[in-house]
């Protein structure tokens, strides 16, 4: 069983920098596709990015892309995700999974979700 907590989250303002983390217990992830979601107050959650087993194969959404970098260190267990020029359109509580397909950007796909951290970014 994969427990996942992610962690970084905090208060910016539009055009700042945060840096995420994931950090996995229980078993190892190296083997599996591990995602980014995010979940604003009255909307559904939203694919952000993705990144497969080798990290040879980074997914973004559109919103986001050029802006982020997805990433993970297998030897370390942990992904990260670094957000760079914020926007408050940004702001949301941002969640992290694993998913056994190579590569994907459906929800459904993805388990062992963490609490979140939440990212405020301000205007």
């Known amino acids: 069983q994969v427990q996942l907590v992610e962690s970084g989250g905090g208060l910016v303002q539009t055009g700042g920098s945060l840096r995420l983390s994931c950090a996995a217990s229980?078993?190892?992830?190296?083997?599996?596709?591990m995602g980014w979601f995010r979940q604003a107050p009255g909307k559904e959650r939203e694919f952000v990015a993705s990144?497969?087993?080798?990290?040879?194969?980074?997914y973004y959404s559109d919103s986001v892309k050029g802006r982020f970098t997805i990433s993970r260190d297998n030897a370390k267990n942990t992904l990260y995700l670094q957000m760079n020029s914020l926007k408050p359109e940004d702001t949301a509580v941002y969640y992290c999974?694993?998913?056994?397909?190579?590569?994907?950007?459906?929800?459904?796909?993805?388990?062992?979700w963490g609490q979140g951290t939440q990212v405020t970014v301000s205007s």
């Open positions: 990144i497969n087993w080798t990290g040879s194969r980074p």
């Open positions: 999974g694993k998913s056994d397909r190579d590569r994907s950007s459906i929800p459904a796909d993805f388990s062992s």
């Open positions: 229980g078993r190892a992830i190296s083997r599996y596709t």
